[in-house]
């Protein structure tokens, strides 16, 4: 996907650790988001941010924590790991002024064993 | 009552065909209403957005918005076996600027069959 990089794409990891994942951009957009995927359930917001240092939180945001220190990162982090955390989890950007511009990137399946 | 619902098929249909795809939200707030089209293991990416009510067309997709009824559609006619695809309805207040949190449909599992 143009413009969004997911990092790592696919990871395993165990109950009870701390799990971080990395959006990265190279659009300059203001706005980042993260999403997490689960059937049933669609697309649900976890975290957002409008700007470096500033983010709030989604519809889901139990059990994460997000930081942003520079414009083209935004990292989320999994304080420690339940199996419920298990989920295909995307970032989106958006910044352009537009729809158009609202960007997802090809997330990271995680998975809490 | 979730704010957006989208029954999720699946739903298959033969190549050619028009396909309805359809969903309901409750939240009046809703400004914004998105298509997204996602492929198994890749992320959703935009197909169409319409703002308030009305039709937007696109090639062979159509989207319609109903603000009184609040219900939104999307039409695709001559439908290809590329159009096997999860889609998804998404929403979005306005007043955010470029800040758009969406909420999404469950998405509808879409097979056209060759």
């Known amino acids: 996907d143009a413009g969004i990089t997911q990092s790592p794409r696919h990871k395993v990891t165990e109950t009870g650790t701390p799990v971080t994942l990395r959006c990265h951009q190279t659009?300059?957009?203001?706005?980042m988001y993260w999403y997490r995927q689960d059937p049933g359930h669609g697309l649900r917001l976890i975290h957002y941010?409008?700007?470096?240092?500033?983010?709030d939180k989604g519809e889901v945001s139990d059990g994460y924590s997000v930081s942003r220190s520079k414009t083209e990162d935004f990292l989320l982090t999994l304080e420690s790991a339940t199996s419920s955390q298990t989920s295909v989890y995307f970032c989106?950007?958006?910044?352009?002024?537009?729809?158009?511009?609202?960007?997802f990137g090809s997330g990271t399946r995680l998975t809490v064993v | 009552q979730k704010e957006v619902e989208q029954d999720p098929g699946p739903l298959s249909v033969p190549e050619g065909a028009i396909v309805s795809l359809n969903c309901t939200y409750s939240?009046?707030?809703?400004?914004?209403f998105m298509w997204y089209r996602q492929y198994s293991r890749k992320g959703p990416e935009l197909l169409m957005y319409?703002?308030?009510?009305g039709n937007k067309e696109d090639g062979r997709f159509t989207a319609q918005v109903d603000k009184s009824s609040k219900y939104i559609s999307l039409f695709i006619r001559d439908s290809q076996p590329s159009d096997s695809a999860t889609y998804l309805c998404?929403?979005?207040?306005?007043?955010?600027?470029?800040?758009?949190?969406?909420?999404f449909g469950k998405g509808t599992l879409l097979t056209v069959n060759p």
């Open positions: 989106a950007i958006s910044g352009s002024g537009t729809l158009d511009g609202y960007t």
């Open positions: 659009e300059n957009h203001r706005y």
């Open positions: 941010s409008y700007g470096v240092k500033d983010t």
């Open positions: 939240n009046s707030a809703f400004q914004y």
């Open positions: 319409t703002y308030s009510s």
């Open positions: 998404a929403m979005a207040r306005g007043g955010g600027g470029s800040n758009y949190k969406l909420t």
